[in-house]
């Protein structure tokens, strides 16, 4: 998501350009897995055909597995197959699409950054026409798709995820705002909804609940990973939290983001249509080691180590809290339904003797 222009920020000491927002930090999951830290950023090694590269398919599961989650808590009944490939189908194209824009957004951002060097555009690997015409033609198509597949809403819904990327995060808050990607986690958070959608009966409680979600897990996740490349990202003048504010404070507010995501995910609960206690059980573990990660990384600010594991974790457990509100709906999961919870201990009561 961007347009065709290069960001250059003025008057501003600050960290580097980073991808989109909630699925953006994914994307650079590669840099930070292979060690760069806050003093070094180590170019990505080039393993990727160009115009597949400026799509940046690594975001794409990412927001595939929260708009298949969208689905499951706004879900009646099972959808059919076909709907859910074409969802799917859509929704990664459009993925593709703002990724292709964004670079061509910030070619000029990335020949300027050490991570980002060996890009496609700044590294003349791909023309810049070529690259426009390939966002154009991702665009269409997956509009095309979630129209005459799916329906109207989720289109729309598509495009404003692709256009609240490439306008409101990238082109006016990213050179602009520390927080950035505070407000522009809007634009990783638009796939549930684009599943909800899907689903037929309008944008319910549920979709709404798993929007939020991943607005507020966006700051720890991205944050984390900041750290790490903040001086990379200072050499641009691009205005990260831990360039503008500190290490320090970077950390805390990472801790009482990930606070906010541990008690946001237990709504799931109440809004779950059904296998609320499967996905309230299964989901303690989760949380323990988001919180556990976030105090390790707040006593310690200044540990790379301590940012790259809390950064990992993030992308593992938005990833499994889309594969735990899977589970809930499966029709085994309706035993650890409160309902289902109650009737067990009936049924307990009945085998002991004792009253429920």
């Not at 600010?301 to 940012?307: K, S, T």
């Not at 509100?325 to 999961?333: D, G, K, M, T």
């Amino acid at each position: 998501m961007v347009s065709v222009q290069s960001s250059r920020p003025t008057g501003i000491t600050a960290g580097p350009a980073l991808p989109a927002p909630a699925a953006s930090a994914a994307a650079a999951s590669a840099a930070a897995a292979s060690g760069s830290t806050a003093s070094v950023a180590v170019p990505r090694s080039v393993t990727l055909p160009a115009w597949l590269e400026v799509a940046k398919p690594r975001l794409i599961p990412l927001l595939l597995a929260t708009t298949l989650a969208g689905m499951a808590v706004s879900a009646d009944q099972p959808l059919p197959a076909s709907a859910v490939l074409a969802t799917l189908v859509g929704g990664a194209l459009a993925s593709a699409g703002a990724g292709v824009l964004n670079c061509l957004w910030e070619e000029d951002l990335d020949g300027r950054m050490q991570r980002t060097s060996r890009r496609a555009l700044p590294s003349g690997r791909l023309a810049r026409r070529q690259a426009f015409f390939l966002a154009v033609l991702l665009t269409l198509a997956a509009t095309a798709i979630l129209t005459l597949l799916v329906n109207p809403l989720a289109a729309a819904l598509a495009l404003l995820g692709l256009c609240s990327y490439v306008l409101l995060y990238t082109a006016l808050l990213k050179p602009r705002t520390p927080q950035n990607i505070v407000i522009g986690g809007v634009a990783g958070a638009i796939p549930p909804l684009v599943g909800a959608a899907a689903c037929g009966a309008g944008l319910g409680w549920p979709a709404w609940w798993l929007f939020t979600l991943v607005v507020v897990w966006t700051p720890p996740h991205f944050w984390s990973l900041a750290l790490l490349l903040r001086e990379d990202y200072r050499s641009v003048g691009i205005p990260m939290l831990p360039v503008v504010r500190g290490v320090r404070l970077t950390a805390r507010e990472i801790d009482r983001y990930s606070w906010v995501t541990v008690l946001l995910s237990g709504l799931g609960l109440l809004l779950l249509p059904s296998g609320a206690g499967l996905y309230g059980l299964l989901l303690l573990p989760f949380n323990a080691r988001l919180v556990q990660l976030s105090r390790r990384l707040r006593a310690t600010p200044h540990d790379p180590g301590r940012a790259r594991d809390l950064f990992r974790w993030s992308i593992l457990y938005l990833f499994g809290v889309c594969l735990l509100l899977l589970l809930a709906r499966l029709p085994q999961a309706q035993a650890f339904s409160f309902a289902g919870l109650a009737e067990l201990a009936r049924a307990l009561s009945l085998v002991t003797g004792c009253p429920a």
